[in-house]
């Protein structure tokens, strides 16, 4: 079965750095996908950023990359120039496919961000 | 355009007493559609999927009960809620391309009183 960790459960930055989130899952899948979700106080589940594992290169979204190795099976996400507004609970996801229960997303525990003014 | 809606946002309900908590899509056809719970300060539970008109698949055994009568609906109920059924209700859906992630509802906070 899959599984996803993330071992911080909490962090704080401060606003304009940059932090990065862990992020180690398990898989006997040779092809999968690997997504970033953001939970603000409000609780809406916003994507953040998506990667395919058949893909070499890193994902890439304005302020947000993530560095993704797959022999290490570690998806880690990079915020850059933190803002107020990243704050929010972080959720690392796995997806072993396409559709009903292959495309069943298992979370971690997920991480909460606070960036500090 | 693809939007998702839930409904209703909030709702204190007593033990014992039937819940249903529904969920639409728009813009989009034969859509994946999954129900999570988040308990306080958790992840994601899965509860239930469909991949289409009455087909509903369970993860986990519990009070709860999933539909789907149309398309695009979803329809999470219960006959008679318990303390254990309160936290955070999200609808999701899947494209056609998995690779696309979930779009969320803005969830239902559910609290069993």
């Known amino acids: 079965a899959q599984t996803v960790t993330q071992s911080q459960p909490e962090m704080s930055v401060q606003e304009a750095e940059t932090v990065t989130l862990s992020c180690t899952y398990d898989t006997s899948e040779s092809n999968y996908y690997l997504f970033w979700y953001k939970q603000p106080p409000s609780r809406q589940m916003i994507l953040v950023i998506r990667?395919?594992?058949?893909?070499?290169q890193n994902a890439t979204e304005n302020r947000f990359s993530v560095n993704f190795q797959k022999a290490a099976k570690s998806f880690s996400l990079k915020i850059s120039d933190s803002q107020l507004g990243d704050t929010a609970m972080y959720f690392c996801?796995?997806?072993?496919?396409?559709?009903?229960?292959?495309?069943?997303?298992?979370f971690g525990k997920g991480t909460k961000l606070s960036v500090k003014p | 355009s693809q939007t998702i809606h839930q409904w209703p946002a909030t709702l204190v309900q007593p033990v014992g007493s039937p819940l249903s908590l529904e969920c639409t899509v728009e813009g989009t056809s034969n859509p994946n559609l999954y129900w999570y719970r988040q308990a306080a300060g958790r992840g994601l539970q899965l509860l239930f999927y469909?991949?289409?008109?009455?087909?509903i698949s369970s993860e986990v055994p519990q009070n709860l009960s999933a539909s789907r009568p149309q398309d695009r609906q979803f329809i999470l109920s219960s006959k008679k809620l318990l303390l254990s059924d309160s936290g955070f209700y999200l609808c999701a859906w899947l494209g056609l391309k998995t690779g696309y992630g979930y779009t969320f509802g803005s969830g239902t906070r559910l609290t069993v009183v």
């Open positions: 990667q395919e594992a058949y893909k070499q």
């Open positions: 996801a796995f997806s072993a496919g396409y559709g009903g229960s292959q495309g069943n997303l298992i």
């Open positions: 469909s991949v289409g008109i009455g087909q």
